[in-house]
């Protein structure tokens, strides 16, 4: 069986042999063995449970907890010429339906669902015949209500997974405490499993971190002395577009991402950096999923991740061909504080959240017990207009209504364009021989999207773009003027943001949290703020302060800032020609860095106590 697996390996994805740790896996997995692997950022975990779904027969059902992470699977097999499908929250229930048709008459081997789609009574009922032989679950820290990123839909995976007993049960996730693997076990492998995990040790990685004032100017000094390209993650998306705009005005290429962006643009700009026509991504933590670019020579945090998972996921993007690179997270003491306020306004009372909730329904006229699968525009002014809450209060109330699964928000650009033929065929033909101009376009309609006489079927214009050879803005012309003649509905990708109702609408009474979201959720977020504040004040190996919040233990890494501090004592004359212009002590520990903070001091007091340098106004200057 496993020489079948290194045959399948080979074979869609190019690779003679697996790493070692997915080798052990793949393994366990094709021998029948319940499996749980923790690999950290990079380990390709997907291949953990794709290449074992391939062995088997029957279909692979995967639970994942984002749309974007489904739809980058999906298209990543479909290109290796591995036929996956994913349903989602844009799907109307026609859609739905021809695609478990589909997974049923054996068209798929892989169907993706969010953990939400697990309490659908109607997808109950269609799971027991779609001959599911593997469940994977990915990011199965969201099954752990002390994870980084709890869902509680995913509690609903144990009950599920009684419901197909001979399917292989596959989870993998990258970051996890052992108190979150320990929770794991218990819900999804209550009767054992073969645990694997991977170091989360990343030997060719330096992380450092830098307290600053002036961040743009440590930001573009860093960038101008590195090689090759890299990232730069911030907090907000105002912040990545200011950022690549400085940058190249400073002769540093670089692009924004952030989930504000239209697909077109975010395609544009990621194409751009992949190809090395920018260095520089300056991009928000929408941009982390499915990079598959391995020459990434460093990230900065030019703001606070407010988790080490989150630090640890982003910054484990560098170096993923073994090679030197470098992480650089940029803070100071009012980051904490600023984000200590933003945690705090994350969780409003409960009665905020459900005249937020009731508003919604307000609007667009629900009933209650209707509302399942219908995408719905999103428009957080709107709320505020009908009620006395501020926009903010209002975001983050929808957050916890999407988290507990009573809506679920489809972000911009994620909702597709659709076509549905509506002429006959007869018709159809005549109107061909009397329009040859639309022949073309409708020609590759039919060739590209089977089911477009059926029913309304997303589409992409870039796709159809590039198989005629003629700019975008020519089909989208050509599609609406089809539309305007009645041979074609056709629907434009919208750029607002939307929400469905996963489930019913329930009455706003109703609506009620899950303690592990709400209360425990705020004061696990502030201990991890906590966590976050100690890995970049402390004065002890980075590196073995990242891995040991893992649970893992090692020597020091002897290439961070505080292992390097310890090896570069500061000359007297080095420290008093640095102070030629008045400087503060955080620059003269930090340029060159890294110097530790009390050699230096020792060193200004000697330089002090000599007359070589004065102190005023919190800065030293050479006498």
């Known amino acids: ?122 997808f109950r009922a269609r799971a027991r015949h779609l001959n599911i032989t593997t469940l994977a679950i990915d990011e199965a820290h969201c099954i752990s209500q002390w994870g980084h990123d709890f869902r509680p839909a995913y509690l609903a995976i144990p009950e599920f997974a009684a419901m197909v007993p001979e399917a292989l049960k596959i989870a993998v ?5 052992p108190q979150v693997v320990a929770e794991i076990k218990q819900h999804l492998f209550p009767k054992g499993c073969s645990f694997f995990q991977k170091s989360f040790s990343r030997s060719n990685i330096s992380y450092n971190t830098l307290q600053v004032n002036n961040k743009e100017e440590e930001l573009l000094q860093r960038i101008q002395s590195f090689e090759g390209c890299g990232i730069v993650y911030c907090n907000s998306r105002r912040r990545t577009e200011e950022l690549a705009k400085l940058f190249d005005e400073h002769g540093i290429s670089a692009a924004a991402f952030h989930a504000g962006l239209s697909t077109e643009a975010k395609n544009k700009a990621f194409q751009k950096w992949v190809n090395n026509e920018v260095r520089v ?11 598959d670019k391995a020459d990434v020579r460093f990230v900065i945090h030019a703001d606070l991740p407010v988790t ?72 957080p002014r709107q709320i505020a207009e009908r009620t006395s809450f501020s926009e903010s209060d209002i975001s983050a109330a929808l957050l916890l209504l999407d988290r507990a699964g009573y809506i679920s928000i489809v972000g911009r ?9 509506i002429s006959n065929r007869e018709d159809l033909r005549v109107f061909s021989d009397n329009h040859p101009e639309y022949e073309a376009l409708l020609r590759s309609l039919f060739r590209l999207y089977g089911g477009i006489w059926e029913y309304a079927t997303p589409i992409s ?9 003629v700019p975008k803005n020519e089909i989208d012309q ?58 970049v004040s402390a004065e002890t190996c980075r590196q073995q302060s990242m891995i040991g919040y893992f649970g893992e233990e090692s020597g020091e890494c002897g290439k961070c800032d505080v292992c390097q501090s310890k090896k570069n004592i500061p000359s007297l004359q080095s420290v008093v020609e640095a102070c030629r212009e008045p400087k503060r002590l955080e620059e003269l520990v930090s340029s060159p860095i890294p110097y ?4 230096v001091l020792d060193v200004l007091h000697a330089a002090l106590k000599e007359g070589k340098v004065a102190y005023t106004n919190g800065t030293y200057k050479k006498t």
């Open 1 to 122: 069986m496993f020489e079948r697996a290194e045959s399948l390996l080979q074979k869609y994805w190019g690779h003679a042999h697996f790493r070692e740790t997915q080798d052990a896996v793949v393994r366990a997995a094709v021998e029948g063995n319940d499996v749980f692997a923790l690999l950290p950022t990079g380990g390709g975990k997907s291949i953990c449970f794709q290449i074992p779904a391939l062995v088997r027969p029957g279909v692979c059902l995967v639970v994942s907890p984002l749309l974007a992470l489904m739809k980058d699977q999906v298209e990543q097999l479909n290109k290796r010429g591995i036929s996956a499908t994913y349903l989602s929250s844009e799907l109307n229930f026609r859609e739905l339906e021809i695609l478990l048709d589909e997974v049923s008459n054996k068209k798929h081997k892989f169907l993706y669902v969010a953990p939400e789609r697990l309490l659908n009574i109607n």
């Open 173 to 177: 996730t990258a970051t996890a405490t």
């Open 281 to 291: 991504m300056t991009a928000t933590n929408a941009f982390g999923m499915g990079i």
């Open 308 to 379: 080490p998972e989150a630090y640890f996921q982003e910054a484990g993007r560098a170096g993923r061909d073994e090679q030197d690179a470098f992480a650089l997270l940029l803070w100071h003491e009012a980051d904490f504080d600023l984000a200590k306020k933003i945690i705090e306004s994350r969780y409003p009372p409960l009665e905020l959240i459900q005249e937020v909730y009731q508003a919604l329904a307000n609007i667009h006229r629900i009933a209650i017990g209707t509302g399942e699968n219908e995408l719905f525009a999103l428009i």
């Open 413 to 421: 650009g994620l909702y597709r364009s659709r076509v549905h033929v």
């Open 461 to 469: 214009e870039y796709q159809l773009s590039e198989a005629l050879q």
């Open 478 to 535: 050509q599609l609406i003027q089809l539309h305007t003649l009645q041979i074609i509905e056709y629907a434009a990708a919208t750029t607002q943001t939307q929400y469905t109702y996963p489930l019913p609408r329930v009455a706003a009474n109703d609506i009620s949290l899950h303690t592990a979201i709400y209360k425990q959720r705020r004061e696990l977020d502030l201990e991890k703020l906590d966590a976050m504040h100690r890995f």
């Open 596 to 599: 530790n903070k009390h050699q």
